[in-house]
């Protein structure tokens, strides 16, 4: 028995990604489906589904894809050129500015979990470890938001005066610290606990307290409020 896969002609039209999104919806198609679509054409030896499947399969998921640049989604993956890989970039930082324009109306902070859905598109993609501070107000609302440092807390040890200046001169009422973990894994290392404990007592001190610092991973976060250590 032939393994030939069907060419996207070749499918029934209610299952081609195109005539799939007209009639159900972009909520139901797959990423490689939707990716497909993006790409509009695949190769001499695949459909843009088959190319498209390939391509995720190969990358790991779309964080990982997020992260290439052309030039690197040239070079990995066969049968990808620059006008393809060019696609694919200008649809993934579009997702990337929808993401950021949806969340421009201040959040109101009330629990950790509103804090990740607001920040966990933001980190996408980020190879290396970033430090930010949310600066509030009394009533929890975002102020601002500001990237302290890059790099671990470990090597890249922040000093309390860095994050709370920055607090002092908004007139913050509380701040919460983020950063991500590149790995995925958002579990506290030894010194992102140090550096919470210090941040902790030194908002005590200066009347403007530390609510809350979150980990971010892949799909799942890390909240020292949460877990009572703050």
């Known amino acids: 028995m032939s393994s030939r896969k069907l ?11 195109r005539e799939k999104l007209i009639h159900q919806g972009e909520h139901n198609l797959s990423d490689a489906e939707l990716l497909a679509i993006v790409m509009g054409a695949g190769t001499k030896r695949e459909s843009a589904l088959q190319l498209a499947q390939r391509i995720l399969k ?3 998921n779309l964080r990982a894809l997020s992260s290439m640049t052309v030039s690197e989604l040239c070079k990995q993956f ?10 694919l970039k200008a649809a993934l930082e579009l997702s990337r500015r929808y993401s950021k324009e949806f969340t421009q109306v201040r959040p109101r902070f009330s629990n950790s979990r509103i804090v990740y ?12 470890e970033e430090l930010w501070v949310a600066v ?17 807390l470990n090597g890249s ?26 790995s995925g894994d958002p579990s506290p290392s030894h010194e992102d606990r140090k550096v919470t404990l210090q941040m ?11 609510l809350d610092h979150i980990i971010i991973g892949n799909d799942r976060y890390y909240s020292f409020k949460d877990e009572g250590i703050i």
């Open 157 to 182: 040890p922040v000093h309390p005066r860095e994050v709370y200046a920055v607090a002092i001169r908004n007139s913050g009422a509380g701040i919460i610290l983020l950063h991500n973990h590149p």
């Open 7 to 17: 060419t996207i002609r070749e499918l029934p039209r209610d299952e081609r990604p």
């Open 117 to 128: 859905l607001h920040f966990h598109e933001w980190f996408l993609g980020k190879q290396q």
């Open 200 to 210: 902790a007592d030194a908002g005590k001190l200066l009347g403007i307290p530390l």
């Open 78 to 87: 066969h049968g990808v050129g620059p006008a393809r890989a060019s696609q």
């Open 136 to 152: 509030l107000d009394m009533k929890n609302h975002m102020i601002l938001k500001q990237e302290i440092s890059k790099g671990t």
């Open 58 to 60: 190969e990358a790991g």
